[in-house]
């Protein structure tokens, strides 16, 4: 890309640090990006497209981020951008536009030798970056708009295929707050009792919600939560620190995560709730 100095993306990357602080859980890199634009004016060769119709912007900025996580100053992780420690610390100290790109690639060269990794990859890791957010996104919208019960069994066809046995899950309705008991044995005589509750949410699960659940744990129970909108970090707080009550946190991601690990102990009907394929893409640096 002839036409960008180490200046001109120096100024992308410390204007996309400066948006990337104001979500220190992290944005969506398609955000991120239309947040960037609105804060940069561009040229005529910035605005352009490639024969694909995608813009050199979007394509120009994803190049300057891959020094950037290589430094250690920002992470990926299924199309959301996060800045690190180290990456605000980065942007503080080389204040200027040009010496803040030459640092990021100073410390990738410096990896990238380390690992002996040729400098062909760059094309390869922003076409899987841009795969994986694509599917992600598409994953996340199935499941935040899955019926509940749907999302109900799936929960408990994925216990199953965990090798709990799901003793009962509960029907369309109210359900007093419990949605799957589950054991670690056919019969339910070895404690514990598994408590599961499973919310379809847009938007974090709250303490008080989490605290809700916990009380309706016995002596011989430990809880599980499932939420698809994630949990506040309250909430997370509360989970982590219970001495006297054994809860467990799910998120959307986890829940992705662990479905995939366990894809090949499901069933047919229970695979119909989440059916995925898998594509194969030039592995990228890693």
Known sequence: MPEITLRRMGEFLRKLFEILMEYPEGIRAKDALAKLEKKVKLTDFEK????????????????????????GWMIKNKGIW???????????????????????????YQWKKSRKISSSKNGVTITFEEAEELAWAEIESYLKTIPPYELQKLVAALL?????HVSWVSPPGKDGG???LAWNDPLGTKPPRIKVQVKREQHPTNVAT????MALL?????????????????????????QSRQVTLVNLQRLFELWVEHL????????????????YFLAPES
């Open 218 to 242: 016995g002596d011989d129970d430990v809880g599980l939560f499932v939420s698809t909108g994630g949990f506040t970090r309250d909430a997370e707080n509360e989970a982590r620190n219970q």
């Open 264 to 279: 090949d102990k499901l069933d047919e009907e229970a695979r119909v709730l989440l059916p995925l394929k898998p594509i």
């Open 178 to 180: 419990i949605d799957i």
């Open 48 to 71: 352009s497209k490639f024969s694909s119709g995608e813009r050199r912007f979007e394509r120009i900025v994803r190049f300057g981020t891959i020094d950037c996580v290589k430094a």
């Open 82 to 108: 996060i800045i690190t420690e180290e990456g605000k610390e980065a942007y503080q100290r080389y204040q200027d536009p040009e010496e803040f790109c030459r640092q990021a690639k100073r410390l990738y």
């Open 160 to 164: 199953k295929g965990m090798g709990y």
């Open 210 to 213: 989490l605290r809700s659940f």
